[in-house]
C-alpha cells in the first residue's frame, strides 16, 4: 500500500513539473488601448490566442478611448501598460509624465479625410466645423495638416470639435454635426455608404499602435517587459500568417457585425505592419514635429531617452522574430 501512495505520489509531482509554469503562476496584468478599428490587433490576438499566458502573463485588456485617460491610467498603475499613438504619450512626457515607448507594429497612419453631403469640395470647409478625437491630439494636428494643404489657414479658416474616435467622428458626419474629419482608411466603406465624400490622403509616416509602459515599471519588471514583447511580437506573426485566427479576434474586439470592414482592416493592417516592430526614422521625425506644435517643452527634452527599443532588438539579434515566420 504505502508503495502504491509513493508511486501515486510521484506521478503527481511528475505531471506538475510537466505543467508549463506559466499557466500555474500568470501574472495579472491590465492593458489598455483605445480605439475600435483594429489598431490594437496584436494586443488583442495575444490575448485572445493564449500567447500571453504562455509567457506568464494573465492579461486584462481594458478599452479606453482617447490617449489622456489611457496615460494617466498607465501613471498611476491602474493599467501596466498601454497602447496608443505616440502625440497624446509625448505631450504627456513634455508634462513630467515617465513612460516609455517599447514597440510599435505600424509605422504608417492610413487616414482619409471624408466631407458631410453639404460640402462639394474641400476649400468649401473655410468656415466649416471639423471633427477630432479630442483639442491637441493626433486626429487633430493630422486634421490641420490636411486644411494647410488644402489651401486654408488651420488656426483661422475652420473650427474643431472634440467628439472621440473613428466611429464617433463618423457618426458627427452622418448626422452634419461636422462638416469634415479625419478617419481610419478601414472605415471608407461605412462613410461611403452613408454618403459622404472622401478626400484621399497619402500615408503618413507616424508612429501609431505603439506599446508603452512607465519607466518606473519597466526598470522594476524587465522580465514582465520581456515576456510581454514576445507575447506581442508573436502576436504580430499570427496576425500575418493566420487570416482566419486574426480576422475572428479583430471582429469581436471591433464590435462590428460588418464582415467587410473587419476583413478590410485586417487586409490594410498586414500589408502595413512591421515584423520588426520598432518605427522608422521618418516616423519619428514626423511625430516629433506634430507632438512639438501640441507641446513646446518636448523641445527642450532628449527623446532618445523615452525610446525604450533594447529588449525588441535583443530578441531581433537573438533570432526569435526570424524564426517565427519560417
Known amino acids: 500500500m504505502r508503495l502504491k501512495f509513493a508511486i501515486a505520489n510521484f506521478v503527481c509531482a511528475a ?11 500568470a501574472q495579472q496584468l491590465d492593458m489598455s ?10 494586443l488583442w490576438i495575444a490575448r485572445e490566442s493564449g500567447i500571453f499566458k504562455e509567457y506568464g502573463i494573465d492579461a486584462r485588456l481594458v478599452y479606453m478611448e482617447g490617449g489622456r ?12 501598460f498601454m497602447t496608443g499613438d505616440a502625440v497624446s504619450a509625448l505631450s504627456a ?23 458631410s453631403k453639404d460640402v462639394g469640395r474641400p ?7 471639423i471633427a477630432t478625437s479630442q483639442i491637441g491630439g493626433r486626429a487633430g494636428e493630422i486634421a490641420r495638416m490636411v486644411i494647410r494643404n488644402i489651401g486654408l489657414d488651420p488656426d483661422k479658416d475652420v473650427t ?51 506599446l508603452w509602459t512607465s519607466r518606473k515599471f519597466a526598470e522594476e519588471n524587465p522580465q514582465v517587459v520581456q515576456n510581454v514583447l514576445r507575447g506581442y511580437i508573436r502576436a504580430i506573426a499570427v496576425l500575418v500568417k493566420d487570416r482566419e485566427r486574426s480576422v475572428e479576434i479583430m471582429r469581436k474586439y471591433m464590435r462590428s457585425i460588418d464582415a467587410k470592414m473587419v476583413q478590410g482592416a485586417y487586409e ?9 516592430p520598432i518605427p522608422s526614422e521618418k516616423a519619428i521625425k514626423n511625430t516629433l514635429e506634430i507632438s512639438h506644435r ?33
Open 268 to 276: 490594410r493592417y498586414k500589408e502595413e505592419v512591421d515584423r520588426v
Open 69 to 80: 485617460l489611457s496615460i494617466q491610467s498607465l501613471l498611476a498603475n491602474s493599467t501596466q
Open 160 to 210: 474643431y470639435l472634440a467628439v472621440g474616435g473613428t466611429m464617433s467622428r463618423l457618426a458627427a458626419l452622418s448626422t452634419g454635426k461636422v462638416h469634415a474629419a479625419p478617419i481610419s482608411q478601414i472605415v471608407v466603406p461605412v462613410a461611403e455608404e452613408r454618403g459622404l465624400k472622401i478626400m484621399q490622403l497619402e500615408p503618413i509616416p507616424l508612429i501609431i499602435d505603439a
Open 93 to 115: 512626457i513634455a508634462g513630467g509624465a515617465d513612460i516609455v515607448l517599447l514597440a510599435l507594429a505600424k509605422n504608417v497612419l492610413p487616414y482619409v479625410f471624408p466631407l
Open 294 to 326: 501640441v507641446a513646446p517643452k518636448l523641445a527642450g527634452i532628449d527623446i532618445n531617452r523615452y525610446l525604450y527599443f533594447t529588449p525588441v532588438q535583443r530578441l531581433a539579434t537573438e533570432g526569435f522574430i526570424d524564426r517565427l515566420y519560417k
Open 33 to 42: 488601448y483605445p480605439g475600435l478599428t483594429g489598431e490594437s490587433a496584436p
Open 123 to 129: 476649400q468649401e470647409l473655410r468656415g466649416r466645423i
Open 15 to 25: 505531471l506538475l513539473q510537466l505543467t508549463p509554469w506559466e499557466t500555474v503562476s
